[in-house]
């Protein structure tokens, strides 16, 4: 069978298409700058990456212009190949507890939520709108960055504000890279033969999130009403004292959405380092000893092992710890920052087992009380399944 799976974003759209059960990406690409001047897109085929520049006025356009694509480049001979489309929903509030098969009345339901992810769910269902018109009889699925997170009981997804916030506006911690968090988790289990593991799952790239998993069930995550929460990012502040916020204002003489663009978009390891939000070019400074790159790097390594401790403590002592998504899965350097940071737990590094990059391995000694695994996120693939599974109902 053959899923494409679906990232829609406001005026991008990135699409892989896996051939399953053998689990194999057949192609790959992404649509740039819809609906604006210069739109232009790319597919991986075979090794190759073929550039196409076209006006592509919305994203119907864009699927148009896959769907010729995927004929053209003869990666398939006819539409009727395709069995199912997969697509990433950031959020899904509370109600959407799985995946769904995606229909007018559900899209409808999903929009509830726009108001929490005003960046993405609209953009998020724009794409499945194009794809519902251009593949009209083929399963339409909806995978939700939320999900997997709405097993959190409210000791863990509410704020110590007043409760009518939660009931009323829906204020609570809802986490996001659930989808990614669940297929590391599938991943794990899967490979240590166990299914009732209590996992910390770290998810360290320009985004970064932690979870703690019991058996298969989310107990706490470090994201929380949006994704701006928890640990430090590319980008991103993580947790912060919501009281500078005004503060802030006040002194720089901003807005309200300046300041939380500021704590989204020039925090993080860029704000402190001053050099990059990209770990590479932070690495590279550190190198050159240069003492913010090194405060920065610090700083995330030691947010990443608090809430490792933090959630250590919360399962009552974790069976595993993952480590995933870009810096996770490629940065040498900050596995080691972050596992020597945990030693107090037992965990050990093995540094003869951490030189390599986007590998399934443990990397810490035979007898650390903890073993760290490195398991490479997949959440296409992870879409394409839940889609095939879906179709089978
Ligand atoms: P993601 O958001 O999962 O794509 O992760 C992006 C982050 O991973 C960026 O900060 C990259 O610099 C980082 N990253 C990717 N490859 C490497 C690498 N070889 N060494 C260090 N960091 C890396």
Known sequence: MKILAINAGSSSLKFTLIELPEEKVLASGLFEKIGMAGSFYTIKYQGE???FEKELKDHSYAVDALMQGLIDLKIINSLDEIDGVGHRIVHGGQKFTESVILNDEVLEEISAYNELAPLHNPANIMGVKAFMKALPRVIQVGVFDTAFHTTMKEREFLYAVPYEWYQDLGVRKYGFHGTSHRFVNKEICEKLGRDDLKVISCHIGNGASI????GGKVVDTSMGFTPLAGLMMGTRSGDIDASLI???MNKLNL???EVVNDLNKKSGLLGISGVSSDSRDVEDAIKEGNERAILAQDMYAQRVAN?????NNLLGGADVITLTAGLGE?????REAIINKISSLGVKLDPSKNDFRGEFRCITTDDSKIPVWVVPTNEELMIALDTLNLSKK
């Not at 809430?307 to 959630?311: G, K, L, S, V």
């Open 49 to 51: 990456k073929h550039v």
């Open 211 to 214: 979870t703690a998993i019991d």
């Open 246 to 248: 005004p503060y802030v």
């Open 255 to 257: 807005t309200c959405e």
């Open 307 to 311: 809430y490792i401790a933090m959630y």
């Open 330 to 334: 490629n940065s040498i350097m900050m």
